[in-house]
């Protein structure tokens, strides 16, 4: 090798960008720091002819030599204690190969909430420097917390980008501001503006398994329809395709895949085969499976032997205390969950096996996160057959959730597990998903396989690590640089650390000292081995809530006490003074202040102070072709009375299909016609269906149909009147019993001209079969809220805002 093939050797292995062409290897240094790496200027050429002339180096920009394809697998709403890796119950071969292969990290923790951690996960930074204080929908006026991620924050999918890497992601996003989620755009907070070439999964929280709203890039697409379609398996599809397709056209061109299931968020969704394989595993309880748990914990070295169990908390139900059809109910909405794991983790099986076929696996750096926050204690004190209930604040009951019993899991139900199987699956911690100021709501298990720098696979490793570590763990793997600015901005430096100093030596002191945590109230601060820490709410208890200045904060040494179990503020007040203004430090650099516990409230766009796509209209008017309005981009007919007013044009007295319909099968309401005859259907929850109807078919030529809605009383939630119109004379009129007060769905939107992902009546099949087989020229909808004095109205606000919905 001679000089100047050493010296280009050298730059590539440093990260830097070459001059590359057919007959030179002329090389110049250039900074990765700023990106995009500008181009030089072209030599200026003097010769007439092509043919006469020499063409310059072509600039390219390439990864570093030896770069490692980066592929980060996350799930979704899975607790510490629950996968087999970390001593839970759930057989997940995948990860137990891949720990044994590499390591395993018992001391990584999340922000306790699903958009938050993804967007530190993506960035490198606090999730409120991220402006994502909590859930997207739930964006406020206040810094930390407008949903809006900033310019000097750039996501690490954009630095691969830019830094020579094929960049993809797969499954649900989450971090795109629902008031953007529209044709209307803007599109700079999608994934492929935020640096994924290819996108191909959900933008929001949640997502039917059987029945999925995906987007195709920023393109609404529908999912197959085939009888055993599963989402987890078409991302699993997708992402095969793109990998190979990658290595087969550029096999020297590094690839970053970030592959985040809908899995294990509910709705739990998955073919029986899978439930069948937990059946009476889970009889004796969350109780019993948590003392299960902590033993094996214990037994395979995933948490200390000096570790303590700690204690239920009396707002979580003893197994004992449940009835028998509970007990029944109960354990069968494990049995799923359980499955849904496994399922889950086996379609992760079939992306490391393609990067073994394609001869890769070696030379990837394969990061595995075993849940974005605890454990969800969102389905309620009996779980959910219908979780959207849940988050509509209704309680759902045994006697609710038992005709159900057959088919949970199934694509008749949209279901959620009780609270205690979350608090079992958080073991050996405190609390839950949401709960930020205890590790029960913040820790979960990882596991990073690379081969290039973990020689010794199996081991553990118990270093404080964050969520926002692990962009910071790939830009140095990959041999970059941290760029000082990106598209034209200076970047605020990374929050995180590498974890990459753990990977040689399991004892070597760890590098992320201090860790603010903070959600809804909850919070709490890591500084060298102790934690303060101030449950401020519960997800599950509708309650007012007691000033933040009210709130109890306890002290723990994790260092000696790695399960929380022994609260010493008591015997160390000047700790706990130390540890309190800590946190305010932090928490006015991260934009953390003023904390804002509010819920419900902060679902109203005004109330918040976030933008409002609709901004106060009260009249909107939609067009044939406008398909999977998300509800936040749709006008509000929740609580109000209202009409919609549709122009179509008949070619026959036999017309079929949907004119307009918002959400489905789980909750929703649709304005259809069957064999000529006009019909509108209330469904609620998919519980109880009103269907008001005509009682002869319209004739051919043109029509205008008409549906009033006008509201009982104040109270959110309440019935009304429903009457259909056909040229302006009543064809019908019915009384809906009540409504769904808050909110119809997490993914599915309003359609005109047909009834996509599932049917909100059961008089169609949802897709192309339910296509209007007239023609609509619009459909208006109009809010009528002067029906109601300003009293009732007031009264629904209020009421509004003080219920307590959480919808992550």
């Not at 087969?248 to 439930?275: M, Q, R, W």
């Not at 279901?415 to 029960?440: C, E, L, N, V």
Request: charged share 20%; net charge negative; with cysteine.
């Amino acid at each position: 090798m001679n000089d100047r093939t050493s010296r280009i050797f050298a730059l590539l292995a440093t990260g830097l960008a070459v001059f590359s062409g057919a007959r030179t290897s002329s090389a110049q240094t250039l900074d990765r720091t700023v990106l995009p790496i500008p181009e030089p200027q072209p030599p200026t050429i003097t010769e007439l002819s092509a043919r006469d002339a020499k063409a310059p180096a072509r600039f390219e920009v390439r990864a570093p030599a030896g770069a490692p394809n980066v592929v980060i697998v996350l799930l979704d709403d899975i607790g510490f204690g629950q996968s087999s890796a970390f001593g839970g119950p759930i057989r997940m071969a995948t990860l137990d190969k891949l720990a044994s292969e590499g390591l395993r990290y018992n001391n990584f923790h999340t922000t306790s909430l699903c958009s938050p951690t993804r967007v530190a996960l993506l960035t490198g930074r606090n999730h409120h420097v991220n402006n994502a204080g909590a859930i997207m929908e739930l964006a406020t006026g206040f810094p930390g917390n407008t949903g809006i991620r900033p310019q000097s924050v750039a996501p690490l999918a954009e630095m691969l980008r830019l830094n020579g890497y094929s960049t993809a992601a797969f499954g649900k996003y989450h971090e795109t501001p629902p008031w953007e989620v529209s044709v209307s755009g803007p599109f700079d907070r999608w994934p492929t503006h935020s640096g994924f070439d290819k996108f191909y999964g959900f933008i929001g929280g949640e997502t039917n398994q059987w029945a999925p709203a995906i987007y195709d890039g920023t393109i609404r697409v529908e999912h197959a329809q085939a009888p055993d379609y599963h989402f987890t398996v078409d991302m699993t599809d997708q992402a095969l395709a793109w990998m190979q397709a990658q290595h087969s056209l550029t096999p020297d061109k590094p690839f970053f895949v970030y592959f985040a299931t809908g899995a294990l968020h509910a709705p739990h969704h998955v073919p029986k085969e899978y439930i069948d394989r937990y059946k009476g595993q889970f009889d004796r309880g969350w109780d019993a499976l948590r003392q299960e748990t902590f033993a094996r914990q214990k037994k395979i070295g995933v948490i200390p032997s000096s570790a303590d169990l700690t204690v239920r908390p009396k707002e979580i139900p003893s197994w004992d205390s449940q009835t028998a059809a509970q007990k029944k109910i109960e354990a069968r909405q494990m049995e799923t969950f359980a499955g849904f794991g496994e399922h889950t983790d086996e379609q992760v099986g079939r992306l490391v096996q393609a990067l073994q076929d394609m001869g890769v696996m070696d030379n990837t750096l394969f990061i595995y996160i075993v849940g974005d926050n605890g454990a969800s204690a969102e389905g309620g004190p009996e779980g959910a057959y219908n979780e959207m209930m849940a988050l509509n604040g209704i309680i759902n009951t045994a006697e609710i959730n038992m005709p159900h019993l057959d088919d949970w899991g199934g694509p008749k139900t949209f279901p959620h597990y009780a609270i205690g199987w979350a608090w079992a699956g958080d073991t050996p911690f405190q609390w839950t998903k949401q709960i930020a100021s205890h590790y029960g709501g913040t820790t979960n298990g990882i596991v990073i396989r690379w081969p290039a720098r973990i020689r010794k696979g199996g081991a553990v490793r118990s270093q404080f690590t964050h969520v926002n570590d692990i962009a910071p763990t790939v830009l140095e793997a990959a041999n970059l640089p941290f760029p000082r600015s990106v598209n034209g901005t200076v970047q605020k430096p990374f929050d995180g650390t590498s974890m990459l100093y753990t990977f040689d030596n399991p004892a070597a002191p760890e590098m992320h000292t201090t860790q603010y945590f903070e959600m809804f109230g909850n919070r709490g601060i890591y500084h060298d081995g102790w934690i303060a820490a101030a449950r401020h709410s519960i997800p599950w208890l509708i309650v007012p809530l007691p000033p933040l200045t009210a709130d109890t904060w306890e002290l723990y040494h994790t260092a000696e006490d790695f399960s929380e179990a022994h609260d010493v503020a008591a015997k160390n007040p000047a700790k706990l003074k130390e540890m309190q203004d800590l946190f305010l430090t932090v928490a006015v650099q991260n934009h953390v202040l003023p904390i804002d516990d509010r819920r419900s409230e902060r679902f109203d766009a005004k109330i918040a102070g976030r933008p409002d796509l609709l901004n106060g209209r009260t009249t909107m008017t939609v067009y044939p072709g406008m398909t999977g309005i998300g509800e936040n981009a749709f006008i509000n007919v929740k609580n109000t009375a209202f009409a919609i007013t549709a122009s179509v044009e008949l070619s026959n007295d036999r017309t079929n299909g949907v004119i307009i319909a918002q959400a489905g099968a789980f909750g929703g309401w649709a304005l259809y016609m069957k064999d000529g005859i006009v019909h509108h259907e209330y469904n609620y929850f998919g519980v109880e269906r009103t269907n008001i109807a005509g009682s002869t078919a319209v004739p051919a030529g043109k029509h205008e149909i008409r549906y009033e809605f006008v509201p009982d009383g104040p109270k959110p939630g309440a019935g009304g009147t429903g009457t259909l119109f056909v040229d302006r004379q009543k064809v019908a009129q019915g009384h809906v019993p009540k409504t769904q007060p808050y909110m119809f769905s997490a993914d599915e939107g309003t359609d005109v001209g047909m009834d996509g992902e599932t049917a909100v009546s059961n008089d169609y099949k949802p897709g192309g079969d339910s296509r209007f087989t007239g023609k609509i020229v619009k459909v208006t909808i109009e809010l009528k809220p002067s029906v109601l004095s300003a009293a009732d109205r007031k009264a629904v606000e209020d009421a509004a805002q003080a219920a307590a919905v959480d919808s992550d």
